[in-house]
């Protein structure tokens, strides 16, 4: 049977995470169909029929689906279940929303954060925030995978050919409603996406410190900017810049920790980047470990000496 990929879009534009879960979709064997739900959507819809591995796309524009609510959606992929043997969808925020649900209609269980397809039913996943990993053989019939798009290649976007085919298939669980939604317009790359992340710890001490110091770093690299989850909570900087298991999962070429000490939840998001570069004035903190420069100082001191010469 087929295998069935969420996409991840905002409407317009197809996103990184649904090429690389492609990616994982073809290696688990079988035609792979991309799933584009929302409203005003069939401009994603053509961008996935260009997408390599790529043999149909399933078009449902109704704004039902305009903001991707989990109820929603979960509903939709239900009713499509019965012509694939596996759901795939990257795990995101979105991915992660909607698929238990879907797993939960099914009466299945599900297979999370997939970094490795050994075949069809065997997959590798990380456990223990990722200091393990374990290999995990299923024997459902529906086979429900979330993948970590940093552990997979891209598709090709363009050189496919698949065919669009448009469903009317509004499913409205009358359970959630949308509100509204704050998000943080930036000319820097997505965090998810960026080739090098500057990231900023509890010890910048304020959101007044991440200004002025993070952020002329970034702006030289053309940087996406991260954060830990202790620099968030405490207020500096808003929730979708936190790099960890509880946040985004990164893995730039090159990744520069200022002020991070390394708790093992933020290690679980960035310890898969190519170069890493922390600043600390402890060398004994944990992201020493995972760095493959560390420099011993004060970020206060260093920060603007490193942003001075490039």
Same mark, same amino acid.
């Given at each position: 049977? !087929?295998?069935?990929?969420?996409? @991840? ?7 990184? $995470? /649904?090429?690389?879960?492609?990616? #994982? *979709? ?107 990993? !374990?290999?995990?053989?299923?024997? @459902? ?7 970590? $798009? /940093?552990?997979?290649?891209?598709? #090709? *976007? ?129 992201? #020493? ?22």
């Amino acid at each position: 049977m !087929a295998i069935l990929v969420y996409a @991840e879009h905002d409407n317009a534009e197809l996103k990184k $995470a /649904t090429l690389s879960t492609v990616t #994982a *979709a073809n290696q688990m064997g079988g035609d792979v169909h991309v799933l584009v739900a929302g409203s005003g959507c069939k401009p994603v819809a053509e961008q996935a029929a260009k997408v390599a591995g790529v043999s149909k796309v399933i078009c449902v524009d109704n704004p039902a689906y305009e903001y991707q609510l989990a109820e929603n959606v979960a509903l939709l992929v239900k009713d499509l279940a019965g012509d694939y043997s596996h759901i795939v969808a990257p795990a995101t925020s979105n991915g992660k929303n909607f698929l238990p649900r879907v797993a939960a209609l099914l009466d299945v269980s599900m297979i999370t954060d997939v970094m490795q397809v050994i075949d069809a039913n065997t997959f590798e996943r990380p456990i223990y925030a990722g200091n393990a990993l !374990a290999t995990v053989k299923t024997s @459902e019939d529906k086979v429900l995978v979330t993948v970590r $798009a /940093t552990a997979f290649d891209a598709a #090709a *976007a363009e050189g496919g050919s698949a065919s669009i085919e448009e469903l009317d298939n509004a499913q409205d669980a009358s359970k959630s409603s949308f509100v509204g939604e704050e998000l943080a317009k930036s000319d820097r790359p997505e965090l998810t996406s960026a080739e090098i992340v500057v990231s900023g710890g509890r010890a910048l001490a304020n959101g007044e410190n991440f200004t002025k110091y993070i952020e002329p770093l970034a702006d030289k690299l053309g940087a996406a900017i991260g954060a830990s989850r202790a620099a968030v909570d405490a207020g500096y900087v808003p929730n979708d810049m936190q790099v960890g298991q509880t946040g985004k999962i990164v893995a730039p070429s090159l990744y520069i920790a200022a002020g991070i000490s390394g708790a093992i939840q933020h290690l679980a998001g960035m310890k898969d980047s190519k170069v890493i570069v922390a600043i600390n004035n402890d060398p004994e903190a944990p992201i #020493a470990t995972v760095a493959d420069y560390f420099l011993e100082a004060d970020l206060f001191d260093a920060l603007p000496e490193l942003t001075s010469k490039l």
